[in-house]
């Protein structure tokens, strides 16, 4: 979806957020996965879950990003809106050492999961 209208409010809002490392890092991940929990990146980040809560809740109250309930588990993802500008600013900080390791980090957490769902199916199967 572009942008339709960007308001003085709005950018503002969005420069703020990325005043801070961790909110940019948590919305390199939100970007780039779509869609991550809590756990995923207290996991991904080595934040505790404490601080994690605190900048998703303050990304969350700035519009930059929604939530999704589904059963015990709440994905927070880059609200439609937002995501065209969030991406032009992202650009800036792709090559950062720390984005990039963050992004490793967070395959090779996917890659685990598929691994343990197939292994699951596995043992369902035998049995």
Known sequence: MKL???SLSLGTQVFRSFSEEARVRIIHL???EKELTITDLVSILD???TKTSRHIA???NSGLIASKNLDQWV???IKEEVTEIVSKMIIFLEKDI???K???LCNIMNSNRVLSIHKA???ELKY
């Open 98 to 100: 720390q984005l990039i």
């Open 47 to 49: 934040f505790t879950q």
């Open 30 to 32: 939100l970007l780039v």
């Open 75 to 77: 994905f927070y993802s």
């Open 4 to 6: 339709k209208k960007f």
């Open 121 to 123: 199916k596995a043992k």
């Open 102 to 104: 963050d992004f490793e």
């Open 58 to 60: 303050y990304l969350k």
